[in-house]
């Protein structure tokens, strides 16, 4: 299948992230993201969108977001609101939001 790679070489570049993280993330760790699938049917259907970036943020709450943003074909955020374009943020960090976990505690696969 396209844009997908096998679970050991995911596990692989996890454990490379967790050692490469800035300090940050050692008081706060943050492994993943869950992210509504409202959130990506939402972004993919916005007119124009031909990718999806992310970007990690704090919210008011200290609470690790991964923005969501439709891209169009010229490598742009789209982000006017009154095209219709908007920031998708509900996602929730793992942990806490983890469902089960491997021993490693990487991934829940």
Not at 22 to 32: A, F, I, L, M, R
Not at 64 to 70: N, P, Q, Y
Not at 72 to 92: L, P, S
Request: charged share 30%.
């Amino acid at each position: 299948m396209k844009n997908t790679i096998p679970k050991a070489t995911a596990k692989k570049w996890m454990q490379r992230w967790k050692k490469m993280e800035k300090d940050y993330n050692k008081k706060t760790p943050v492994n993943g993201f869950l992210v509504p699938m409202i959130d990506l049917q939402e972004v993919i259907a916005e007119i124009g969108a031909t990718n999806v970036r992310t970007y990690l943020g704090i919210d008011d709450n200290d609470m690790e977001k991964l923005l969501i943003v439709g891209v169009d074909e010229n490598g742009n955020d789209m982000t006017n609101e009154a095209q219709g374009q908007f920031v998708y943020d509900f996602t929730k960090p793992c942990p806490p939001d983890c469902g089960e976990m491997d021993d490693d505690g990487l991934l829940s696969l």
